[in-house]
């Protein structure tokens, strides 16, 4: 199956299953140097707020890159997935001894978790995907109404203005061929659903969560794949300490792939 394949199917569930059937989730945060760095800064951000005996949720677990990292260092996560393919990878990985609970569901409906039961609930990939503002806030009162009072949610989005520059390090000619405006720079939502700082800002404070972070998550690093990924362990290292110190300037927020906004219920 093609792009211009997915594409043209209509029903958004199986939209999904069909882009995870392109896109590899499992290799996506892990191959690379320059990949980690999204990883690598959203770990940080919940490690801020991760005390002993936590639970955690992962919605839209992906192939579980987050659930067993935390899972593996004591905490007892739940994951939801959709995709096939994604659950498949991720119950691959899966120990006897690894306290996950994985299961396969919407991110739009979470009604087989009680009110207030997580500590930390991580919404790193459904706002890829939810085209309709009804979904979309539904997400967000479902992962809103399972944290507890205090507790921390995560939300990854994918931001519009960077992607432009990404597409364009692939296709020369993507800024005269590429599927957006040509005058507003808006993207087409496809195969993501894409957002600008300003968007994210406001659905979040449309939420009736408290906004404590937004971040850069993986900033310039992708533009920088192929000289990042050749940096030796001390250069790496430096390069992280700097990517750390301006993710959450404002004047940064924009030069990023993904950004993250991280909330207090």
Do not use: W
């Not at 192939?63 to 996560?77: D, I, K, P, Q, T």
């Not at 399972?146 to 990404?166: E, H, S, Y």
């Not at 700097?242 to 404002?250: A, D, L, R, T, V």
Request: aromatic fraction near 12%; include cysteine; charge should be negative.
């Amino acid at each position: 199956m093609n792009f211009t394949d997915i594409h043209e199917i209509k029903d958004e569930t199986q939209q999904i299953q069909a882009i995870y059937q392109v896109f590899n989730e499992d290799t996506r945060l892990n191959h690379s140097r320059a990949a980690r760095v999204e990883f690598l800064t959203t770990v940080r951000y919940i490690e801020k707020y991760l005390t002993p005996g936590m639970r955690i949720l992962d919605i839209g677990a992906g192939a579980g890159e987050y659930s067993l990292y935390f899972a593996r260092r004591g905490y007892e996560v739940c994951a939801l997935e959709l995709a096939d393919r994604n659950i498949e990878t991720f119950r691959k990985k899966l120990c006897k001894k690894d306290p996950i609970e994985l299961v396969q569901g919407n991110a739009v409906d979470l009604s087989r978790y009680g009110d207030e039961s997580f500590d930390v609930v991580l919404v790193l990939g459904p706002l890829y995907h939810l085209h309709s503002r009804e979904d979309r806030s539904r997400c967000i009162a479902e992962a809103k109404r399972v944290c507890k009072r205090g507790g921390k949610i995560f939300f990854a989005f994918i931001t519009n203005d960077m992607v432009l520059l990404t597409e364009f390090m692939y296709r020369q000619d993507y800024f005269v061929t590429g599927d957006y405006d040509k005058e507003t720079f808006v993207l087409e939502n496809f195969p993501f659903v894409f957002y600008t700082v300003d968007q994210c800002r406001r659905i979040m404070e449309g939420s009736g969560l408290r906004l404590l972070h937004t971040v850069a998550a993986d900033g310039a690093s992708e533009l920088l794949e192929e000289k990042i990924n050749e940096m030796d362990d001390e250069n790496y290292a430096q390069y992280l300490k700097y990517h750390f110190y301006i993710c959450e300037k404002p004047e940064f927020l924009g030069m990023t792939n993904h950004l993250l906004c991280v909330c207090e219920k």
